[in-house]
């Protein structure tokens, strides 16, 4: 069965300090790893899809990175407008398997 | 706006009613899927429809039920309702039902209270 750990499952930041969201996965055969952000009482918005380790993708003060077993989000310099639940989400190669999504990540960054 | 529209936005209703919620997926898009979010269990698939039929099954309750009609929007109807069926239901959609890279676009869910 496909399973999703986030780490840790809050954060709280100062505006300016820079840190990392875990996302640790286990699948038989990764399709894809994918990243989104939920702010409160919406739902979760697109951010990135990862294929393969060692693959970077970037956008704006993230980055997200992958490996055979885990995936990490880089949040660099924090604004109080990155506060929001990201989200971490995998999908199967075997067979057609909806995307499985981790519990989340609640990040808050302080002014 | 993510192009999915999800109605009603809030919902409260009694235990043992029955309650539809409705979707309409993003133009252009064939798969709709339902998710369950509580603050305990995090998104929890619940059933996929491609094109009118069925394609992939969660764990969803049998009081659950769900369809998706010819002009693609789909509706999931949950009955004999519970206490703990309280959650938020997000309705998805992409384009093949496959496997698509950017994943899903998802409504903005529709808030079930049941008191």
């Known amino acids: 069965e496909d399973q999703v750990t986030q780490s840790p499952e809050a954060l709280r930041l100062q505006e300016g300090e820079s840190s990392s969201l875990n996302c640790s996965y286990t699948v038989s055969g990764l399709r894809g790893l994918f990243w989104y952000r939920q702010d409160p009482g919406k739902g979760p918005e697109f951010l990135f899809t990862l294929y393969s380790a060692g693959e970077e993708k970037e956008k704006e003060r993230l980055k997200a990175t992958l490996t055979k077993k885990e995936s990490f989000l880089h949040i660099t310099a924090p604004k109080p407008e990155d506060s929001a639940t990201y989200l971490c989400a995998v999908q199967s190669s075997s067979g057609n398997t909806p995307l499985v999504f981790g519990k989340g990540t609640r990040l808050s960054v302080i002014a | 706006d993510s192009g999915v529209t999800q109605t009603p936005k809030h919902l409260i209703t009694a235990t043992g009613q029955r309650v539809t919620l409705r979707c309409s997926p993003r133009?252009?898009?064939?798969?709709v899927y339902w998710y369950q979010q509580s603050l305990d269990q995090g998104l929890q698939f619940l059933i996929q429809?491609?094109?009118?039929?069925?394609?992939a099954k969660g764990n969803i309750l049998e009081r659950f039920s769900a369809q998706q009609f010819p002009d693609l929007h789909s509706e999931l109807n949950l009955s004999s309702l519970e206490l703990g069926d309280s959650a938020l239901y997000f309705c998805?959609?992409?384009?093949?039902?496959?496997?698509?890279?950017?994943?899903?676009?998802f409504g903005s869910g529709t808030r079930l209270t049941v008191v």
């Open positions: 133009s252009g898009d064939l798969s």
């Open positions: 429809y491609y094109n009118g039929e069925e394609r």
């Open positions: 998805a959609s992409s384009p093949t039902g496959q496997f698509d890279n950017y994943g899903y676009t």
